[in-house]
C-alpha cells in the first residue's frame, strides 16, 4: 500500500505478505506469495522485486531433458516462472522434491534451464530445507532472473523449440554431491534477499 512515509515524504511499502494462487498482476509495493495448490511449490518477492507492476505466472510440468552441469539427477518436477518485467530484487523459490529420501554425501539444488543451450545451471547460495514439505527454497539472484538465457522469445537450442515463446524461466531440483556448489567453477550466486 502505497501512502506518504511517517513524517511525511517519501512512499512506504507495504510489510505483509499478500498470497495469490496460479497468476497475479503485483504492484511493486506489495510482498507476495505466488503458489500452486496442493503444492510447496512457491515464489516469494519482496516488496519492490520488480520496479512497476507486473504479471506473474507460474506452472509444473514434468522433466523433459537438458544436460546438467556436474552431472547429477533430476530430484522434481520443472517450475515455470513467468514474468513481464526486470527483476530489481532477487527472488525466494521452492521447489517440492520427488523425493524426501536423503542419500549419504549428495544434496539437492536448485538449478535454472539456460535455453540456449538446453543446459541446467546450478544456484549456489542461500537455500533451505522446509521440516514439513521437504521443498526446497533458494534465493535466486536477479543476475539469473534477468539473464537473456532464462527466458527468450527466440535463438534457443533446438530441443527447446516449444519452449521458446518468452513464456517462462524454467527450474528444478537436482541430486548432486553436498560439495557441488564449492567444487563448481561456475557458482551463481550472491546477492540474497533484502
Not at 512515509?5 to 506469495?33: C, H, K, L, M, R
Not at 544434496?107 to 543446459?119: I, P
Not at 527454497?137 to 537473456?148: E, G, M, Q, R, Y
Request: glycine share 12%.
Amino acid at each position: 500500500i502505497l501512502g506518504p512515509a511517517e513524517g511525511g515524504g517519501a512512499p512506504s511499502f507495504d510489510t505483509t505478505v499478500t498470497e495469490y494462487f496460479g497468476e497475479a498482476n503485483i504492484s511493486p509495493t506489495v510482498a507476495a506469495s505466488l503458489s500452486l495448490v496442493g503444492t510447496a511449490m512457491k515464489v516469494v518477492m519482496l516488496a519492490g522485486t520488480f520496479a512497476s507492476e507486473v504479471t506473474v505466472k507460474i506452472s509444473v510440468k514434468a522433466f523433459s531433458g537438458g544436460s546438467v552441469q556436474g552431472g547429477g539427477t533430476v530430484a522434481s518436477q520443472v517450475l515455470t516462472f513467468f514474468f513481464d518485467q526486470p527483476a530489481v530484487k532477487a527472488i525466494l523459490l521452492s521447489i517440492d522434491p520427488s523425493s524426501r529420501r536423503r542419500q549419504a554425501g549428495t544434496d539437492l539444488f536448485t538449478h535454472w534451464l539456460n535455453k540456449k543451450t538446453n543446459e541446467w545451471t546450478i544456484v549456489c547460495g542461500e537455500k533451505e530445507v522446509d521440516p514439513s514439505t521437504g521443498a526446497i527454497s533458494t534465493v535466486i539472484p536477479t543476475n539469473v532472473l534477468n539473464s537473456p538465457d532464462l527466458n527468450p522469445s527466440s535463438g534457443c537450442a533446438a530441443a527447446l523449440a516449444d519452449d521458446c515463446e518468452g513464456d517462462g524461466g524454467q527450474f528444478a531440483l537436482f541430486r548432486l554431491p553436498s560439495d557441488a556448489c564449492t567444487a563448481s567453477e561456475t557458482v551463481t550466486g550472491g546477492g540474497g534477499l533484502s
